[in-house]
């Protein structure tokens, strides 16, 4: 039986896009299958009190220089050297959150997910410019009119809320984390404890 974690993911997150990089690479060492789950992480934060780390940590002496020295490690340590830090960093993601909702629907989640992750991280595109989006989804072959008509479902709405929801419940409070089994993990650098958990659950 193939073993399946849950990957919560936001496309405003870059370690979301530097996880969505390694993730492949995993599933092929242990059989496992990542199943991606659209979470709003504005939502997420606003059911947590949570804050982005900018913000979180922005008075606190040597904590961000830190962690993005633990970025740089990570990007050198797998070769992502396609990574680009958004000049338009932070985007509003909802648009594209629900589009995400909709392109899983529409069993076609896995390009979705790559064009909009190259968008932002890799192209450093305005993604919350519904031209650049709409643009970003037809160069990936994508039937962006009428995935960006479907966005104001209430059903998508709806699918959106209840998995930022569900986020929380069980225990979820940033973007990304990892479920095996009811084992939850937080951020980028758990992939190789989620990893062992795998292999050894």
Do not use: C
Request: proline content about 5%; aromatic content about 12%.
């Amino acid at each position: 039986m193939t073993k399946t974690v849950d990957f919560l993911f936001d496309f405003g997150s870059p370690n979301a896009y530097l996880s969505h990089r390694v993730v492949p690479k995993i599933e092929a060492r242990t059989g496992a299958t990542f199943v991606y789950v659209p979470v709003l992480l504005g939502g997420l934060f606003k059911l947590t009190n949570n804050q982005p780390p900018a913000i979180a940590f922005g008075n606190i002496k040597n904590k961000l220089p830190y962690e993005m020295l633990e970025t740089r490690r990570f990007i050198a340590r797998h070769g992502l050297t396609a990574f680009v830090f958004n000049a338009h960093f932070p985007v509003n993601t909802l648009q594209l959150m629900r589009g995400a909702v909709v392109a899983e629907k529409d069993g076609a989640l896995a390009p979705y997910v790559e064009a909009v992750f190259q968008g932002m991280w890799e192209r450093s595109k305005k993604m919350d410019d519904p031209d650049v989006f709409r643009s970003a989804l037809l160069e990936s072959g994508l039937d962006a009119d009428r995935l960006i008509a479907r966005t104001q479902d209430q059903d998508v709405k709806d699918t959106l809320l209840a998995n930022t929801q569900r986020a929380f419940e069980r225990g979820a409070f940033g973007i990304p984390t990892f479920f095996v089994g009811d084992e939850m993990y937080f951020g980028k650098d758990r992939l190789r404890d989620v990893e062992e958990q795998i292999l050894h659950a």
